[in-house]
């Protein structure tokens, strides 16, 4: 599974065998790059970044780190090894020999799925394209662009399924993924959370703790695919996707740390230019509640198509004891008038909702993590989850209200609240008043987040992790 990087587009799936496909594919680079160099970081695309790059696919040591310029940054098509004699282990397939073509019953599913995760992609890209120019230190900034020629590189890998296995229709569905525009009124993109504007650096470290989190358990799902192509590109994809997540975490983590150290003794953050914890609570509402809309809807005949034909598993579905869904339940709390009553669904129904749980309990260990810092420093201060119900725009619980703690409340008592659950206009301008300038001096980070605890790759945290070449 050596991984050709002589080829125009580096990969492990002998594209040089492949000359129609690999043609495809080389006609559609330069439309990759026009995308890159419009809709890619503002500002840096001329430095000399550390990044890492994809160099095999196997567990240890599978990516070498070195300064790169973004533009020049090898993107490329990495599938984890396949298996011999691998069979499908949950659904009505089970039993059958994996996939390695497109069943023509479940094209249109399978594309729609394909399509909709690789839209996430250069969407968050596009989102985070002018954080650099406020970043809080070289580290942050560094990491910010890491994660950016990822999700250009999962762009990569999803396109590479629609132009290897759907044909004309497929290359056609590759070329919108690159015309759609995060937040555009004419053509957005397809789910809503990636239209939702990321201006400030305590918004980014909330998308790629939640956000990016969710993507870890839509990945998860597929990668449990019939389709083997695509559980054997998520699965390298998951590989990438945990720094996304540690960038998030740590980030919050270290502004936690900042505000808490810095007000032991009853000072006003705002004067010291911090972030109050209130705030960085409001905004974990926000971010959380958003992701959780990603999962879809909890009663959902989707869902139960795509376990059914063994196109989406559950998260590590070899966990569980039973892999037909079949004649098991939900317990799902729906709203009947204004009270909540639990409803037995069938369980292949409430896949989406299964997935959520597992995304909830993961969520919930972050959270954890972060009060044994503000613990550690001695703060009373707690964050929480919201409930699941908690401001949704999508599903059974859509367009009622309820409060954090998941409870139904009235339209007044939203209205009297919500500036205290979610991010304030006012709070929104203070955070955002704090992001007023990048700092760029190598060992220099913004008042309002500490140092982490260590560099990337065994270096020093103040090394030079990005290099200006501002002609
Ligand atoms: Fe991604
Ligand atoms: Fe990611």
């Given at each position: 599974?050596?991984?050709?990087?002589?080829?125009?587009?580096?990969?492990?799936?002998?594209?040089?065998?492949?000359?129609?496909?690999?043609?495809?594919?080389?006609?559609?680079?330069?439309?990759?790059?026009?995308?890159?160099?419009?809709?890619?970081?503002?500002?840096?695309?001329?430095?000399?970044?550390?990044?890492?790059?994809?160099?095999?696919?196997?567990?240890?040591?599978?990516?070498h780190?070195?300064?790169?310029?973004?533009?020049?940054?090898?993107?490329?098509?990495?599938?984890?090894?396949?298996?011999?004699?691998?069979k499908?282990?949950?659904?009505?397939?089970?039993?059958?020999?994996v996939?390695?073509?497109?069943?023509?019953d479940?094209?249109?599913?399978?594309?729609?799925?394909?399509?909709?995760?690789?839209?996430?992609?250069?969407?968050?890209?596009?989102?985070?394209r002018?954080?650099?120019?406020?970043?809080?230190?070289?580290?942050?900034?560094?990491?910010?662009?890491?994660?950016?020629?990822?999700?250009?590189?999962?762009l990569w890998?999803?396109?590479?399924?629609?132009?290897?296995?759907?044909?004309?229709?497929?290359?056609?569905?590759?070329?919108?993924?690159?015309?759609?525009?995060?937040?555009?009124?004419?053509?957005?993109?397809?789910?809503?959370?990636?239209?939702?504007?990321?201006?400030?650096?305590?918004?980014?470290?909330?998308?790629?703790?939640?956000?990016?989190?969710?993507g870890?358990?839509?990945?998860?799902?597929?990668?449990?695919?019939?389709?083997?192509?695509?559980?054997?590109?998520?699965?390298?994809?998951?590989?990438?996707?945990?720094?996304?997540?540690?960038?998030?975490?740590?980030?919050?983590?270290?502004?936690?740390?900042?505000?808490?150290?810095?007000t032991?003794?009853?000072?006003?953050?705002?004067?010291?230019?911090?972030?109050?914890?209130?705030?960085?609570?409001r905004?974990?509402?926000?971010?959380?509640?958003c992701s959780?809309?990603?999962?879809?809807?909890?009663?959902?005949?989707n869902?139960?198509?795509?376990?059914?034909?063994?196109?989406?598993?559950?998260?590590?579905?070899?966990?569980?004891?039973?892999?037909?869904?079949?004649?098991?339940?939900?317990?799902?709390?729906t709203?009947?008038?204004?009270?909540?009553?639990?409803e037995?669904?069938?369980?292949?129904?409430?896949?989406n909702?299964?997935?959520?749980?597992?995304y909830?309990?993961?969520?919930?260990?972050?959270?954890?993590?972060?009060?044994?810092?503000l613990?550690?420093?001695?703060?009373?201060?707690?964050?929480?989850?919201?409930?699941?119900r908690?401001?949704?725009?999508?599903?059974?619980?859509?367009?009622?209200?309820f409060?954090?703690?998941?409870?139904?409340?009235?339209?007044?008592?939203?209205?009297?609240?919500?500036?205290?659950?979610?991010?304030?206009?006012?709070?929104?301008v203070?955070?955002?008043?704090?992001?007023?300038?990048?700092?760029?001096?190598?060992?220099?980070?913004?008042?309002?987040?500490?140092?982490?605890?260590?560099?990337?790759?065994?270096?020093?945290?103040?090394?030079?992790?990005?290099?200006?070449c501002?002609?």
């Amino acid at each position: 599974m050596s991984i050709d990087y002589q080829s125009k587009i580096p990969n492990n799936v002998n594209l040089n065998d492949d000359k129609k496909l690999q043609r495809a594919l080389e006609a559609w680079l330069p439309n990759y790059q026009a995308w890159w160099n419009e809709m890619g970081p503002e500002g840096f695309q001329n430095d000399d970044v550390y990044l890492r790059t994809a160099i095999s696919v196997d567990k240890d040591g599978w990516a070498h780190f070195d300064y790169v310029k973004m533009p020049e940054y090898r993107w490329g098509i990495f599938l984890t090894p396949t298996e011999s004699n691998k069979k499908i282990h949950f659904g009505d397939h089970m039993g059958e020999d994996v996939w390695q073509q497109v069943p023509g019953d479940y094209r249109n599913a399978l594309k729609r799925i394909i399509v909709t995760q690789g839209d996430t992609e250069p969407a968050s890209v596009e989102q985070q394209r002018l954080l650099g120019k406020c970043c809080p230190s070289l580290y942050d900034l560094r990491n910010l662009f890491q994660v950016n020629v990822e999700e250009g590189r999962h762009l990569w890998a999803m396109v590479y399924l629609l132009h290897a296995y759907f044909g004309k229709d497929g290359r056609e569905e590759a070329e919108a993924l690159l015309e759609r525009r995060s937040g555009n009124a004419d053509s957005p993109r397809i789910l809503n959370t990636f239209n939702e504007p990321i201006e400030d650096w305590l918004s980014f470290f909330c998308f790629t703790t939640f956000t990016d989190r969710d993507g870890k358990y839509q990945l998860r799902s597929l990668s449990e695919s019939a389709f083997e192509p695509l559980a054997r590109t998520t699965n390298f994809m998951l590989t990438e996707e945990a720094h996304h997540m540690f960038v998030g975490q740590t980030g919050i983590q270290r502004i936690i740390q900042k505000t808490a150290e810095m007000t032991k003794n009853g000072e006003d953050p705002r004067k010291l230019g911090l972030i109050p914890l209130e705030i960085i609570q409001r905004y974990v509402n926000f971010w959380y509640s958003c992701s959780l809309d990603l999962f879809g809807g909890e009663d959902s005949s989707n869902s139960a198509t795509f376990f059914g034909a063994g196109l989406k598993g559950r998260d590590r579905e070899e966990s569980y004891q039973e892999h037909t869904a079949l004649d098991q339940y939900y317990a799902l709390p729906t709203p009947v008038g204004d009270t909540l009553k639990t409803e037995e669904i069938p369980l292949r129904r409430a896949m989406n909702e299964v997935l959520r749980d597992a995304y909830v309990n993961d969520c919930d260990k972050v959270v954890r993590s972060w009060n044994r810092t503000l613990e550690e420093i001695g703060s009373d201060f707690r964050l929480t989850l919201p409930n699941k119900r908690f401001h949704r725009t999508q599903g059974i619980y859509a367009g009622l209200l309820f409060n954090p703690q998941g409870d139904m409340i009235s339209q007044a008592e939203y209205e009297a609240k919500k500036d205290q659950w979610l991010p304030s206009a006012a709070d929104k301008v203070y955070v955002k008043s704090l992001m007023d300038k990048a700092y760029t001096k190598a060992g220099e980070f913004a008042p309002w987040i500490a140092a982490p605890s260590r560099g990337i790759e065994g270096q020093p945290v103040d090394f030079e992790y990005v290099r200006f070449c501002r002609g």
